[in-house]
Each structure stands twice: as C-alpha cells, then as structure tokens.
C-alpha cells in the first residue's frame, strides 16, 4: 500500500511568505506528526495529531507556525512570514494508533524548504 | 520527562568490521526504545524496537540492540559492516505522557564506510 507522502517535496521562498507544507498520511493511521530536520541535526518535534485533535502543540516554534488535519487524513502546516531560520526538512509521520503502546511512525519523504 | 543522547555524532568504520552505536537515555520507568535509519535521499525507517521482554532485540538489516537497564543505554551493533549501511541512525525514547505518547529521538549519529 501507499507510505506517507508529502508535498511539494522542494520549496523555495521569499523570506516574509507564507508557505504550506502538505502530508498525507497512511490511510487508517489515526496518530500524525510533523518534525523539523535542520541541517545536520536531529529530528525537531513540532505537533502531534490524534484524529483531527492535537494535544501537543508544544514544540511549535512560534505563533508563525500552525497545523490542521482535516478528516482523520490530510495535515497541512503553515508557516507565516517566513524567516531564513525556518529553513529546513520539514518530515511527516504517522502512526496506527496511540492507544495500547507506542507504534511505529512511518515517515514521509519530507519537504525541503529554502527560505531566501 | 524523556530524553535522549547519542555521544557520538560521527563515526567512520571499514567494510567488514563490527559497529556500534551509542544510545543513553534518561526517563523514569521502563522507557519504549527505537532505532531508526535515514538513509541518503531517503526517508526514515525503524530498524528496531524495544518495548518489553528480551533485552537483546534483533532489527532488520542485520542490526540488533541491547536494553541495559543499568546503564540506561540502548546500543546498536551490527557485526560486519555493509557499504550501503552509510546512513544516519537516530536512537528515539518514549514514554506515556497523560494521554498519549510522546517520542522524542536523539541528534543522530553519521555513520561513514570505508571501503
């Protein structure tokens, strides 16, 4: 079946526009997560989705960043007023089921994102 | 709350010789271990989990893992090194926090192979 797929998987922006970075989840997966990778560093954690809630909010940088997920599916993050900083790989991860123990986050192949 | 560290952030091994990845972490109870691989080009992929049982936890590619509860460590061996396995290895801890659970993975360490 079809992994986590992500979309565009390359942008280039003007610093002070907006950008929205797209994920489509593994169909089924209630569970969502979008990462941050910068440049030769580690996974940056961002928000987490349970269905269409997200009880986690707390690694989202600013209130330039935001994220929805509509119908158990479709993830979309905005961010605002682009600066050079957000500048990275933006992944996407999505889970069976939070329920009954941790289970394995399939990763999408990420959106690569240049602000100028 | 989880943490985890990863002491080495690069590490070059020759084909054929044994590797092993560094992983400690820090959490109160029985933590929920992972390895995971980001390849060039390519997305991350679980090589491995820990979760309860058998400390020593066999993954794909050959990989396997050790749970040393004492040391608070989870480190990732292969005993003969590959040239496709130069990636990116991420060690990840979890753990439940209220309702859900929360993962949280380590810097990464680089693993270079010399033919």
């Known amino acids: 079946g079809a992994g986590v797929s992500q979309s565009p998987s390359n942008k280039v922006t003007e610093k002070g526009k907006d950008v929205e970075l797209r994920c489509d989840p593994i169909s089924g997966h209630t569970a969502l997560y979008w990462y941050r990778q910068r440049l030769g560093q580690g996974l940056e954690f961002l928000i987490y989705f349970q269905g269409n809630s997200a009880p986690d909010k707390s690694g989202l940088p600013s209130d330039r960043f935001s994220a929805e997920r509509t119908g158990e599916s479709v993830s979309t993050l905005t961010i605002q007023r682009t600066q050079q900083e957000d500048s990275a790989v933006y992944l996407c991860?999505?889970?069976?089921?939070?329920?009954?123990?941790?289970?394995?986050?399939?990763f999408g192949p990420g959106t690569r994102l240049l602000v100028l | 709350a989880q943490s985890v560290t990863q002491p080495d952030i690069h590490i070059t091994v020759s084909e054929g010789a044994s590797l092993e990845l560094r992983c400690n972490y820090s959490y109160g109870a029985t933590p929920y271990l992972f390895w995971y691989v980001q390849s060039p080009g390519q997305g991350l992929q679980l090589l491995l989990k820990?979760?309860?049982?058998?400390?020593l936890v066999q993954g794909i590619k050959g990989f396997e893992a050790e749970f040393k509860r004492s040391q608070s460590s989870f480190n990732l061996r292969k005993p003969s090194v590959h040239w496709s396995d130069a990636a990116e290895y991420f060690c990840?801890?979890?753990?439940?926090?209220?309702?859900?659970?929360?993962?949280?993975f380590g810097p990464g360490t680089s693993l270079s192979v010399i033919p």
């Open positions: 990840a801890v979890g753990a439940r926090e209220t309702s859900y659970d929360k993962v949280i």
């Open positions: 820990y979760f309860s049982g058998d400390t």
């Open positions: 991860a999505s889970s069976l089921s939070i329920s009954g123990g941790l289970e394995t986050q399939y």
